[in-house]
């Protein structure tokens, strides 16, 4: 199990064009991934699916945590630190 | 005999035309019986054929430059969601024929996003929606257009995003039986010039087709069968438009006033500098409201003083010899930025936000501040603050701008110490003790919008309360006049920058109250000069009268 915490900082947080290389980012590794949108307590910690991301509506200045378990758990998390690290490219 | 239908948006224009009943491709009949195995199949193809849809119309419409584009991508991984290929595989697998099932699990899925206590996230229930639809038309394997004929004024119950980019460009123009004011629908309308009006009911639906219809997105109607008269007037109502636009092109470099003289100054809201220009064009003769932040959002770290700087002296520049008023950062716990963590509010509006924030970052605000002085040598700079709420606020404010002052003059330099200082009146709390802020404020403007929001206690954006929100509530209009009356009697200026600034049908009444400069979006201010020129003093009070609710 790898797990990271991390702040959202793009624009529009992970809705349309991120939400797309995030999810499809997760389906290019064997590893389930979950995430948990800190900012909004109220949410629960679900895989991450494009439906998941929208329930859990992460905006810009978001706190996200997120934990994969399998083979490749620690690459997967490498790239999707990267990813919103590097603010999606944008 | 012609019929009314009043809708609830419109994308502006007016378009006649014969009906025509647009149907979504008839739905795929499941073969009786199915295995399951052959049902998931056929999804699967669906699956695959939506998303190559949905993503050549986002390619399609990212190469035209609309921004919709990314809604087509969400749309379409979407289509592939696993919670929507689990749920739908689980019901086929029960014996569920395939349609019925997609159609369940769509309906599940978009209940969860409704139950949300976020507006943002509830409006996402209309895109699982629309997944659906194009899941259900790629099942029934027919993107053929049916033909319209040229000219034609479409009617349907709705029409998805993807629908409405694909009706033909012959297209008159439509009306649909949903829909709302925001829905991407009437945005991709707007984006292609059609026009058009949703959300008129489920009466539009029993039109025959080929019944003369008129469409008018500026009104939000659908008039069914026009007779004579109707068309006439529709036509004439153009014409007028387009006088209009002429005559209120002939104001252009009068300054505002009312018939008899009296002067009521029309200045300009803009959100960058570059808006500026526009606010020249239209003729504005000051900026009453130049919100700053366009410099703190989309970033990642806070702009410096001399980012701030050049961005308010390039407004001076496009505008030299007129007032300028600069709002200092509005921002609260409903935007976030990255370099500013606020914990998640219960009530944002009620929270941390405006000066509030300021106050807590000091180091922001004085840095806006620095910039601001110094820019202010250059020309006719106010700086205004956002939700004040007692005299103590505007106290604070005060000595920071002294302590700022003091700073830059002790490091030599160049600035100007003692720039006219004023607060936006956007809460109750400062209409009713306008008489005290006024000792200390050098000016006041009525931020309309929050204005009525807070008196009236309605979110304006509020799926079922939205239609108690009018600014021009008597309750609305007796807090500006408490306002107006403490900067009369104080002497000093008052201004409105909300949207109610803007409404020529309120232009008299403010005026009326006192007020001596009005702040709106540029493009408004040749329509409200127009109205104030019209009317005397006396009219304008009268107006006033009556919008207090005070007539005898």
Known sequence: MTEVVLTVNNPVGLHARPAKVFVETVRAYKSTVTIQNLSRPQTKEVPVTAFNLLQIGVRQGHQIRLRASGEDAAEVIAALTKLVEENFGE | MSVVLQGAGGAAGLAFGPAYRWQRAAVAVDPPHEPADAALARFHAAQRAAVGRLRALAERQRAAGLREADLFDAQALLVEDETLTDGVTALVLEG???????????????????????????????????????????????????????????????????????????????????????????????????????????????????????????????????????????????????????????LHDRPGQLRDGRPVALWANIGRPAEARLAREHGAEGVGLFRTEFLFLDRATPPDEDEQYAAYRAVLTELPNCPIVIRTLDIGGDKPLPYLPLPPEANPFLGVRGLRLSMQRPDLFHTQLRALLRAAVHGDIWVMLPMVTT????????????????????????????????????????????DQLARDAAFFSIGSNDLAQYTLAVDRGHATLAARYHADDPAVWRMIELAARAARQAGIPIGICGELGGDPNAAPALAGLGLDELSMAPASIPAVKERLAQITWAEAQAAAVRAVGREP
């Open chain 2, 391 to 434: 005299p103590a606020d505007l106290a604070w404010a005060r000595a920071q701008l002294q302590e700022v002052a003091a700073a830059l003059a002790a490091a030599g330099v160049d600035h100007r110490s003692n720039p006219p200082l004023g607060v936006m009146i956007e809460t109750p709390a400062a209409a009713v003790l306008a």
């Open chain 2, 96 to 250: 569920e024929p395939l349609t019925r099932a997609i159609q369940t699990v769509v309906a599940q899925m978009q209940a969860v996003l409704a139950e949300l206590d976020d507006p943002y996230l509830r409006e996402r229930s209309a895109d699982m929606a629309a997944v659906g639809l194009e899941l259900l038309r790629a099942l029934a394997g027919d993107y053929v257009s049916p033909t319209i004929p040229p000219g034609a004024i479409i009617v349907a119950d709705d029409l998805t995003p993807a629908e409405t980019v694909d009706l033909p460009h012959h297209v008159a123009g439509f009306a649909t039986a949903g829909g709302g004011p925001t829905s991407h629908t009437i945005i991709l309308a707007r984006a292609r010039g059609v026009p058009a009006v949703v959300g008129v009911g489920e009466a539009i639906l029993h039109v025959p087709d080929g019944t003369s219809l008129l469409v008018d997105g500026d009104t939000a109607t659908v008039l069914i069968d026009p007779d004579e008269a109707a068309l006439q007037a529709a036509q004439e109502r153009m014409a007028a438009l387009h006088a209009a636009r002429q005559r209120r092109a002939a």
